[in-house]
């Protein structure tokens, strides 16, 4: 049977009760955390990239590679940036294999339907045009426009009409707690979980 291409599957299905996420990192300045227009309660509400899994990525690729296809579809939608055909991009973190320090949150992450990858991006990685934006689902995403980071960076993203902003945040405990609203507060647990653990510090020297 013939597979199809990432980015020849239909951009719309049904979904499955799965969703993937992305953190997207870059080496100077963090993580990246989208602002939505929907949902607001209290102030701002930020997000990490990602969404529902559909049942026909699961089919035709199974679900490690299915959830790691619909990550990087939706990160297309709402981002502009396309690693749909460079999936090697995106790393799977592996939620149960998480040390015992991560558990039993990460168990439940996992037990939740959630699924999370790691993307490190650069200066290059930044959408200079909109581009050929004609394949997105305009039921879904609307009016594309470019826009830079509210944290003034020099880094542009084509976001899709289901965002207002974004910016990004090198320290993580601040960036859980931008998203803290999003998704039952799964999305602010992983960030502690994956990015958010300190390194044991060396033993001073008493010599």
Same mark, same amino acid.
């Given at each position: 049977?013939?597979?199809?291409?990432?980015?020849?599957?239909?951009?719309?299905?049904?979904?499955?009760?799965?969703?993937?996420?992305?953190?997207?990192?870059?080496?100077?300045?963090?993580?990246?955390?989208?602002?939505?227009?929907?949902?607001?309660?209290?102030? !701002?509400?930020?997000?990490? +990239?990602?969404?529902?899994?559909?049942?026909?990525?699961?089919?035709?690729?199974?679900?490690?590679?299915?959830?790691?296809?619909?990550?990087?579809?939706?990160?297309?939608?709402?981002? @502009?940036?396309?690693?749909?055909?460079?999936?090697? !991009?995106?790393?799977?973190?592996?939620?149960?294999?998480? @040390?015992?320090?991560?558990? +039993?949150?990460?168990?439940?992450?996992?037990?939740?339907?959630?699924?999370?990858?790691?993307?490190?991006?650069?200066?290059?990685?930044?959408?200079?045009?909109?581009?050929?934006?004609?394949?997105?689902?305009?039921?879904?995403?609307?009016?594309?426009?470019?826009?830079?980071?509210?944290?003034?960076?020099?880094?542009?993203?084509?976001?899709?009409?289901?965002?207002?902003?974004?910016?990004?945040?090198?320290?993580?405990?601040?960036?859980?707690?931008?998203?803290?609203?999003?998704?039952?507060?799964?999305?602010?647990?992983?960030?502690?979980?994956?990015?958010?653990?300190?390194? +044991?510090?060396?033993?001073?020297?008493?010599?």
């Amino acid at each position: 049977m013939d597979v199809a291409s990432p980015s020849a599957l239909p951009r719309k299905g049904v979904r499955s009760g799965l969703r993937a996420f992305v953190l997207v990192k870059h080496a100077e300045h963090g993580l990246l955390i989208l602002e939505a227009c929907k949902k607001r309660k209290g102030g !701002r509400h930020f997000q990490l +990239p990602g969404g529902h899994v559909d049942t026909h990525e699961l089919e035709h690729y199974g679900e490690s590679e299915g959830c790691r296809i619909a990550a990087a579809r939706e990160l297309y939608e709402e981002t @502009g940036m396309d690693f749909r055909d460079r999936l090697y !991009r995106l790393s799977p973190v592996e939620l149960l294999e998480m @040390g015992p320090s991560a558990q +039993p949150e990460a168990s439940k992450l996992h037990d939740a339907g959630r699924r999370y990858f790691k993307l490190d991006i650069s200066n290059a990685d930044s959408v200079d045009d909109l581009g050929d934006s004609g394949d997105l689902d305009r039921s879904a995403t609307g009016t594309v426009r470019l826009a830079t980071p509210l944290s003034m960076e020099d880094f542009r993203l084509r976001l899709s009409a289901e965002h207002t902003g974004f910016r990004f945040e090198k320290v993580p405990q601040k960036a859980s707690q931008f998203v803290a609203m999003h998704s039952g507060g799964t999305s602010s647990l992983a960030i502690l979980l994956i990015e958010g653990r300190q390194a +044991p510090e060396a033993p001073e020297d008493d010599s």
